[in-house]
């Protein structure tokens, strides 16, 4: 067992809203050290399309994402589960720009601005007080800092550590995604085809690939016996997927998939521990919203951890401005993104939603409205 040096912030999990956080406090002069249990580049479970809200903000910490080629994405392309095609403009856009490279680009600008990013630590037990806490690794290393952030997304072993009410429960959705060559979707444009029991995002990310990557309810898997089948029984039933799974090459053997993927209400807070990103709510990924979010609450987080960290407030401060903040900017877009999902993961009522949508394209810009950030929230 290893000793390792007492610092400021301890960020666990290097996802987005870890590394959005340990950039900004980095930047601000804090010693920061973050534990990620896997090494970069690595692929993550996304449909890759990066709302542009967030993009002046990581501009402003030294991370020009246009520096990646992004493909500019400003339609939208929704089908039915019958095919039926609704299009729109998307009100701000966004980026294809895949996690590999993204993830990756914001791990070197945080190690540039100074923060020290452990790969291949998992983290595995915390030990909180008042003045902050330890953590141990599956390496054996100890960790110690004055404040602690948990960005290790949607679930984790730190959930149970913490004895968060959802992390024992299993969850009714699961997600597959893959890169692929196709010429169906252009690289403006952002697809989003129903199919019974789930949804699937299809989008170019910054090499022309094609990102295909769907929800799904575990159940249609636990009928369908396999993923082979599950694609031929349940996607296929929307002729648009039914030709992109025809036509298109599949660039990986396997697919990546993930399972247990829950949308339950969390806290923002647990003990001394402030929530970042899906740790702190996993918003619908209909949305195409929870990387924005995600980024955005490393910045709140750090405004709040910075002002502490200098003397200006107290940690009961820290914590509370931090929960206020989150909720303010996100608790209304994950309301909206469950009434969105309501709807498009619902047959008949998906239908219906297009129709509406179709004779009222107002009602569409309405929703990426509320489940969207603007540019300045973050910048
Ligand atoms: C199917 C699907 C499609 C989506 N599509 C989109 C989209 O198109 N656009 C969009 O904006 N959002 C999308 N999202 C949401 C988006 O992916 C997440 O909101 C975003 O990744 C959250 O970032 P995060 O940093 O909170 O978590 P993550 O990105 O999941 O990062 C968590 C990190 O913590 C690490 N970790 C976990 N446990 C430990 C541990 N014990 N010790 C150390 N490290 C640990 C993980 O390895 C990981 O690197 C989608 C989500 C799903 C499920």
Redesign the pocket.
Known sequence: MRTGPVTDILV???????LSASLYLARAGHRVRL????EYPRH????????LEVVPYLQSLGADLYTLQPKMQSRLLLTGPGGTPVRQQLPLGGLGLS?YAL?HFLAERATEAGAHIHTR????ALNLDEDGGEVR?QTGDRFRARVLLN????R???DKVLQRPFADRTAPWM?V?QHMAWAGCPEDEVQLHNFPQGYC?VSQVESGVVNV???VRTEALRQAGSLEQLERLFLSANPVLEQLLGDGQRLWKRPLV?SN?SFARKTQRESQVLM????AG??S?LC???????IGAGRLAGEQVHAFLDGRISRTDMQRNYTRSWRRHFSHRLWWGRQVQAFFGTPGLTDLALRAIRYFPPVLHQIIRRTHGTPDYVS
């Open positions: 666990l999990g290097g996802g987005l809203a870890g534990l990620e249990q896997k993550k479970v996304c449909g890759e399309y990066l709302s996690r993830d630590q998992k983290v595995l690794t960005a290790t997304g949607k984790s072993i730190v997600a995604k995002g990557c769907y929800l993930i993927v970042l990103g899906d740790a996993l918003i990924p195409g919203n929870g990387m924005a979010m995600a």
